[in-house]
């Protein structure tokens, strides 16, 4: 009896002890879950983070972000007791962060035990797709003109698809930066101005110090593809892609075998020759999109010989219209004159071109280039 008593005895104190070891041990985590669908920034760009984890007791040591880490840091982290934590969030790069954004917490134990949770991050001061851009397609980047080689540039419009979001822009945070595309042409080649009247938007022009090379660069037209980068006055930030071609005014030649007429043809008073050319991608290579545009102007310099003087000849005469489907085409016509001072040779015949587009009423022009056709007189 006295030996069952102390077996007894000591089984109880055996699971006593066993039931003391395991109360001491700390509580494993199972799981967390986001206290919310979504949490908003305040101007500043914080936010605080609730999540509740899975046992109530479970202690976490810290929490470290998974994905996000490019647009915010993790600040303090906080327990409200009861399973309940926090942890504040900060945003450390406007441009990465848009109106919704992904955050993957990972929340950690000091044994290594961890857990991931996302939590929905909202920006109401985000102004992601809230301005779109209105620009031409084309442009010089320098005038034909000697007298006005810098006239030309191409304005850029920044449009609020709500009226009121305008006023979060002013012109002096707007910039144009290279986009991901490799391309040889680089926006250091240019500067930009404020747009003036009543627009907010850039000029973007060549820069003075950098036209030599440019012009080694673009012979005829080339691609740039940029981002305009805007700034709110609650500092976030929004990309807008910049698609446009860059364009030459000094073209090559109209070149046709039909531009052409013997001197005896040329001394015929009744002499008509008319020729007609599609020359639209010529126009377009020197930056002209339509003829028809409240803004163009065709302005006639003259004919010129093959050491490129002037010659006082008004026997050619060009005359242009835009067909339906955006075709630009050219009725050249030659004249005969028993008075022709002209000899057999090849000849160029020049027009310059001119458009501008108004921008909040201001007036900014995008093309001065000249058309030529070589005329050979036999």
Partial sequence: MFKKLIYTTMLVAAVALSACSSDDEPAVLESVAADGSSFPLNEAGEVSLQFTVTPADALISNATLVAGTEAFEVGDLTSAGNGK??????AKDFAQI?????????VAQTDGIQKEVVFNVEDPFSIED???LNAPRAFDYYGIEPDHTYETGLPIQILAKEAGDLALISNDVIKVTNSSLSQDVSADYFVTLPLTGDAV???????PEKLDALKDIIHTYSPLSFWVVLTSNHGRITHLPLSVAACNPDGAPVEDAQLSVTLAELSNPDFK??????????????GVTSISSPGSMIEEIGLFNDKGALMDESSMVPMYQEAADGKMICEFSIFGDSETHLEPGTYTWVQRFHDSVTVGGVKYTTVCADLKFKVEIK
């Fill in 85 to 90: 934590w926090a942890v504040s969030l900060k």
């Fill in 98 to 106: 848009g109106a919704d954004n992904a955050v993957s917490l990972q």
């Fill in 130 to 132: 809230k301005f779109e």
């Fill in 201 to 207: 938007g850039k000029v973007l022009k060549v820069n």
């Fill in 273 to 286: 020759k008319t020729v007609n050319l599609d020359i639209t991608s010529k126009l377009r290579h020197l």
